[in-house]
């Protein structure tokens, strides 16, 4: 069974859209995270939630909305989708914040604005 | 300059080599993941150390907290080992992951 599952896995959409990438942890973790890959493969946090709260918000436009309906759960949504936003996005998660367990990783959502 | 530093960022390699991969960073931290990622693209957490050594099967990964340097070494590299390997310290003050830009490693039979 997969640990972290992301879906979907490829997002093709044009500029100006809106949409969702959804994320799930059958783990039982409490923290979870949203990474972005950019094109040069660098990896940036964006987000973190522990047990449905937000606790790490780094810089990202406020386009970016993320959404924990549970712990197990942490969607992301984006509005007005921007060329820039071209990325691949990774959700990950790990028992708890501080945790000396590794993070898990979803196998990403590759988004591309048209 | 960056607060992690990987090198070398492309390494080529027989298979069979003994590889190294280097890791500095500049930050406090708690402790540094290494991890992998194939050309499809998932990621893998390989370790997670915060002191001394670990080994898992040919790869070993070594941290030194004074010199904040880290090293993840592969014994008898095969060309199933060629990936992206990405050194992650995790920031001791914010708790998040600062990533490295990636070692690019190609193993040829």
């Known amino acids: 069974d997969t640990a972290v599952s992301q879906t979907p896995k490829y997002l093709v959409t044009q500029m100006g859209n809106d949409k969702s990438i959804k994320c799930e942890q059958n783990?039982?973790?409490?923290?979870m995270y949203w990474y972005k890959q950019d094109s040069k493969k660098f990896l940036k946090i964006m987000f973190s939630?522990?047990?449905?709260?937000?606790?790490i918000n780094e810089t990202v436009p406020n386009r970016f909305s993320p959404k924990s309906p549970d712990k197990a759960h942490l969607n992301l949504h984006i509005n007005s989708l921007e060329l820039g936003d071209s990325a691949v996005y990774f959700c990950a998660s790990s028992p708890n914040m501080g945790s000396n367990q590794p993070q898990h990783f979803g196998d990403g959502t590759r988004l591309s604005i048209l | 300059k960056n607060e992690v530093e990987q090198s070398p960022q492309n390494l080529t390699a027989q298979e069979g080599e003994f590889i190294t991969i280097n890791c500095s960073y500049s930050v406090g931290i708690s402790a540094l993941h290494w991890l992998q990622q194939h050309p499809g693209g998932g990621i893998v957490s390989l370790f997670m150390?915060?002191?001394g050594k670990k080994k898992h099967g040919r790869l070993i990964a070594t941290i030194n907290i004074q010199e904040k340097h880290s090293s993840l070494h592969i014994t008898a590299s095969h060309p199933r080992d060629s990936a992206v390997y990405i050194c992650a310290p995790r920031s001791y003050n914010t708790d998040k992951l600062i990533f490295g830009t990636g070692t690019r490693l190609q193993v040829f039979p």
């Open positions: 150390l915060s002191s």
């Open positions: 939630y522990n047990n449905k709260e937000l606790i």
């Open positions: 783990l039982g973790h409490d923290t």
